[in-house]
Each structure stands twice: as C-alpha cells, then as structure tokens.
C-alpha cells in the first residue's frame, strides 16, 4: 500500500536527538516523520495486548498513547459496561465510530482500540487515510487465558467465554487482515510483542523500505 506523506500536526515529543529509546533487541525506532507522522492503530480482538502493547510501544517511541475505550467512558461520562447494559450494542458502536474518528485526526501518537472498532466500515476507511494499522494476532488459547482475568467485558457476559472468543475470530479477522501489518502476540512477552511491531514499522516504513510511508 502506497501512501503520501501526511504533515504532523502534533507537538514534538522526542528528545533532541530525533531518535526513540533504543530496545532490548538493538532495533532502534525511526524518527516519527520517516513513519509518515501517522498514528499507529493497534486492532485486534480482546486479550490480543493492546492496551499494554500500546503504552509500552508508545513510551519506546516517544509518543503519546491513548486507549479509545478509555476515551469513549470520558465521553459518555459511564462505562462500556454501562453503556451497552443501558443502551445497547449498537449505540455504543456509534459512539466509538465517532470518537475513534476524532482521535484519528490527531497525528503520531499510539491508538489501542477495542475489539470490534475496526468492523466498522468509516472506522477503516479512516484509518487507512490517516494511521498505521497493525493487527495484534493471538490465538484462541491466548486469548481464553487472558481475558480470564478481566470479568467486565460486555460481550463476554453470556454463554462460554470460550466459544463465544471462537465466534468472534471467525467473524473479525478477515476484518483485521485488511490491517497495514500483522504481528503476532502470542505467548511472549509484551516488550517482545513491542520489538516485533518495531521491526515490522522500520521494515516497511522506514528509511530503507520500498514502501512510501
């Protein structure tokens, strides 16, 4: 996919040498505006690590990190849980459309967002115009053990944790094959899941990529 560069509107926030902290592998980020200035979307389903993916990708490159559940509470002034109890599915999908949009137009920063966020047709059209998507990839079993530890998500309140995750990877990972880049997150750590979203950002965007960032 080639793209043209879009200018960065957000305040600088490395240190004078351009460059992001260098990680336990050696593979030192580049500076934001070799990556274009974009944003960097992390999707994928529930327990895929993003949140925590996120703020570490974030602190490594030098950006500010936002959580788009954390924003949509702040918005609607309630939980997710609330939300959906109180309105529904389909109000809460609104809701995230439109708060993901908003925080799109914000350049260089790290995006996690929620499981569902990029079926939504605008949600992807936006983040292909304006973002860096990548697909955090996890297997069943990952998953399974990982959202265990969490009993508030909406969608896993009813029936077997573990089929109804089985469902919904049948049903949005063709969604999130559309992504920029695929990284799996599976059973490493999350500064492992880190390196590897790093190499995989300087492999295709960076300097000495044939891809047009």
Partial sequence: ???????????????????????????????DGEYG??????????GAGKSTVGRRLAMRLGRPFLDADTEIEKAAGQT????FEQFGEAHFRAGER????????????VLATGGGAFMDAETR?????RAITIWLKADLDTLVKRCARRNERPLLQQGDPRETLAGLMEKR??????????VESTGESHDV????IISALNASYGPNSDRTS
């Fill in 1 to 31: 996919m080639n793209r043209a560069p879009a200018a960065s509107t957000a305040p600088p926030t490395r240190d004078s040498g351009g460059q992001g902290e260098t990680g336990p592998a050696g593979d030192r980020p580049v500076p």
């Fill in 37 to 46: 200035g974009r944003t960097i979307l992390l999707v994928g389903l529930m």
């Fill in 80 to 83: 997710i849980p609330e939300i």
């Fill in 98 to 109: 439109r708060v993901i949009a908003r925080l799109l137009s914000v350049d260089a920063q």
């Fill in 125 to 129: 059209a936006t983040a292909a115009e």
């Fill in 173 to 182: 990972h063709p969604f999130y094959a559309e992504a920029d880049l695929t």
């Fill in 193 to 196: 899941v880190v390196d590897k």
